[in-house]
C-alpha cells in the first residue's frame, strides 16, 4: 500500500506541476485584465469570473469565436457598436425562430434585433405582464423572456453598467459604482466625494488609452495599457486603505483554470476502463488513477469552500459534483474493509457520468459561485441538514452502480453465483449507509424547517418525496432483512428505489418547482432526464429478462 501512495502523491503534484503551464492566458492583456477585482452578483471575484459568467448566461458558451471569456467581455465594453449589430445570440426555440425569420444568421440573432424589433418586443410585454401576475407562461414566452433578458445583460456590460468596479469605502456594504458611473454625473459626484479627483482622472485616463488599445487591436500596446489600467485601480484603491482579499482572487483564478472536476471525470473514466481492460496485467494502476481522481475531486471543492466561504451544495451543480465524491469516498471507504477493487471500480463509472453531466450542461447547471439566499444563511444548518441528505444520495448512487454490475453478473454470468453474492453484500451494506443517513437527514430538515418556517413538518413537495424515497429503501431492506427478495431481488429494487431520490433530488427543483424550498429551484434538461431514465428501464428489463430466460432454461433441463 505504501508504495502506491507515493506514487500517488507524487503523480498528483506532477500533474499539478505540468498543468501550471497553462494557468496563465495566451493574452498577456487578458490575463492582466481578468485579475481585477469586480462586484457582481452580490461577491467580489475576479473579472475572469465574471466574464465567464456573463458568456455563459449571454451565450451559454464557455467560449466565443475561439476566444475566452474575459478577452470577449473586455471586447464587448471596448467596440459596442459593433457587437449590438452581429448575430451571436442563439435562437434555438423553433416557434421563436419564426419571430426573427429575416433577421436569423445560421440560426443566431443580433441584440439590437431583439431590442428593437417591434413584433417582439410586444410579446417579451405581455410574457412580462403575466409573470407579474404569477401566471405560467406558455413555452414560446418563457423562450422570449430568456432570449431578451440575454440581450439586455449583454447590453448592460456594454454600456459599463455592469460589473461593479469602485466600491464605496464608506459603506463596505453597498453596490460597488460600474465603469458607466465616470460617467454618470451622480455617480461621478459620489466618486469624487469618496476617491481624490486626481486619482479618478488618472484611471479614467489609463481606461480610455485601454479601450482605445483593445479597439486597435494593436497587440504590443494593450499589455501595456492594460497594466496600466490596473496599476491605476490598485493605486486608487490603496489611497484610501480598501484592502481586498488577494489571496482569494488569487484561488479563484487557479480553481478557474485548472478545471479540477474535469480533471477528476477524466481520471475516473481511465481508471474504470483500465480497471475493466487491464487490471490482471496493471493491478494498482487503476487505483492510482482513482486516487488521483479523488485528490482533484476533493481540491476542487476546497477550493470552492474557500473561495465562496460555505459548504458547496446550494444548487444542482454543486450537489451533482458532491454526491459523485459521496459515492467515490464510501466505495474507498467499503473497499478498504473488504479489500475489494470492484468497489471504487462501481464508483468510479457513476461518478465520471456523474461530472460529465454536471460539465456538460453549464447553462442548465449553473457552474457559477453565488451567495446564499436568506434561507440557507445559517451554515450550522446548511452542514448538518443538507450535507446529510446529499452524502444519503452518494450512497444511494454508489448502491445504484454497483446493483446495476450484480445485474449484468445475472445476466451475462449466471453461473458466478459468488461473485453475485459478494456484489449483493457490498450492495446492502451501501444501503443501509444511505437509509441511515437520509433518514437522519430529513429528521435534522424538519428541527431546521422549525428553526426557519415555524414547523417540523408540512408535507411539501422536497419533504414527501424525500420520505417517499426513504420508505422505498427501507422497503428493499426489508425485503432483503426478511427474506422476502433474493440478491437479485435487491438489486433490481435498488434500481427502482433510485428513481425516487432522483424525483426527490431533481424532480421538485426542476419539474414541480413548488414549496418552500424555492431557493434550489432551476429549469431545462427534463426531456434528457427522461430519456436517460427510459434507457436504463429498458437495460435493466433487458437484464431480468436474459437472467429469467436462463432460469426458465435451468428450471426445464432439470425437470
Not at 494593450?222 to 486608487?236: D, I, K, V, Y
Request: hydrophobic share 50%; proline share 6%.
Amino acid at each position: 500500500m505504501r508504495p502506491v501512495v507515493r506514487v500517488l502523491a507524487v503523480s498528483f503534484f506532477s500533474l499539478i506541476f505540468l498543468n501550471g503551464f497553462f494557468f496563465k492566458l495566451k493574452d498577456p492583456a487578458e490575463e492582466i485584465l481578468g485579475r481585477i477585482p469586480v462586484q457582481s452578483g452580490g461577491r467580489v471575484k475576479p473579472f475572469e469570473s465574471f466574464a465567464r459568467e456573463a458568456l455563459l448566461s449571454v451565450t451559454g458558451k464557455r467560449a466565443l469565436e475561439g476566444r475566452q471569456a474575459s478577452g470577449v467581455v473586455w471586447d464587448w465594453i471596448a467596440r459596442p457598436e459593433d457587437w449590438y449589430a452581429k448575430s451571436f445570440l442563439s435562437v434555438k426555440y423553433a416557434p421563436l425562430r419564426e419571430d426573427f425569420s429575416q433577421g436569423l444568421i445560421e440560426g443566431r440573432v443580433s441584440p439590437e434585433l431583439v431590442l428593437t424589433y417591434p413584433p417582439f418586443q410586444e410579446k417579451v410585454k405581455e410574457a412580462t405582464g403575466r409573470q407579474e401576475r404569477k401566471e405560467l407562461l406558455a413555452p414560446i414566452e418563457r423562450k422570449s423572456s430568456e432570449l431578451y433578458d440575454q440581450a439586455r445583460l449583454f447590453q448592460a456590460i456594454a454600456q459599463g453598467s455592469l460589473p461593479g468596479l469602485f466600491p464605496d469605502p464608506e459603506n463596505s456594504e453597498a453596490g460597488w459604482i460600474p465603469v458607466a458611473g465616470l460617467a454618470d454625473p451622480q455617480s461621478r459626484a459620489l466618486l469624487e466625494s469618496r476617491y481624490p479627483p486626481s486619482e479618478l482622472a488618472v484611471v479614467q485616463a489609463s481606461l480610455a488609452r485601454l479601450l482605445q488599445a483593445l479597439r486597435g487591436g494593436e497587440e504590443t500596446n494593450r499589455p501595456e495599457a492594460a497594466r496600466e489600467f490596473s496599476r491605476s485601480l490598485e493605486h486608487l484603491l490603496e489611497s484610501r486603505d480598501i484592502v481586498l482579499d488577494q489571496a482569494k482572487i488569487g484561488a479563484e483564478i487557479f480553481y478557474n483554470r485548472a478545471r479540477p472536476f474535469q480533471w477528476a471525470c477524466a481520471l475516473y473514466l481511465a481508471g474504470a476502463l483500465v480497471w475493466g481492460f487491464l487490471r490482471k496485467r496493471l493491478p494498482a494502476f487503476p487505483l492510482i488513477l482513482f486516487g488521483l481522481g479523488f485528490m482533484a475531486h476533493s481540491m476542487g471543492f476546497v477550493l470552492r469552500c474557500q473561495i465562496a466561504g460555505r459548504p458547496p451544495v446550494t444548487n444542482m451543480y454543486e450537489s451533482i459534483i458532491w454526491v459523485a465524491w459521496a459515492a467515490v469516498l464510501f466505495s474507498a471507504v467499503l473497499g478498504l474493509v473488504y479489500r475489494k477493487s470492484v468497489l471504487p471500480a462501481a464508483a468510479a463509472w457513476v461518478a465520471a457520468f456523474a461530472l460529465l453531466i454536471g460539465e456538460s450542461f453549464p447553462a442548465v447547471l449553473d457552474p457559477s459561485l453565488s451567495p446564499l439566499v436568506p434561507v440557507l444563511r445559517n451554515n450550522y444548518w446548511l452542514t448538518i441538514h443538507v450535507l446529510t441528505i446529499t452524502l444519503s444520495y452518494g450512497a444511494f448512487a454508489l448502491a445504484w452502480g454497483i446493483a446495476h454490475a450484480d445485474l449484468m453478473s445475472f445476466a451475462f454470468h449466471p453461473e458466478r453465483s459468488e461473485e453475485q453474492d459478494r456484489l449483493g453484500k457490498y450492495l446492502y451494506r451501501a444501503l443501509q449507509i444511505g437509509v441511515v443517513l437520509l433518514a437522519a437527514g430529513t429528521i435534522l430538515g424538519g428541527v431546521w424547517a422549525n428553526d426557519s418556517w415555524g414547523r417540523f413538518w408540512g408535507w411539501d413537495p422536497k419533504e414527501t418525496w424525500a420520505l417517499i424515497a426513504l420508505f422505498g429503501y427501507l422497503a428493499v431492506l426489508h425485503g432483503r432483512f426478511a427474506g422476502w427478495l433474493g440478491t437479485f431481488g435487491t438489486a433490481l429494487g435498488s434500481v427502482l428505489a433510485f428513481l425516487g431520490v432522483l424525483m426527490a433530488w431533481y424532480g421538485v427543483n426542476f419539474v414541480l418547482a413548488a414549496g418552500f424550498h424555492s431557493y434550489g429551484f432551476g429549469g431545462g434538461g427534463l426531456p434528457y432526464v427522461l430519456v436517460a431514465v427510459l434507457v436504463d428501464l429498458a437495460f435493466v428489463s433487458f437484464l431480468a429478462f436474459r437472467y429469467n430466460k436462463f432460469r426458465r432454461s435451468f428450471t426445464n433441463e432439470s425437470a
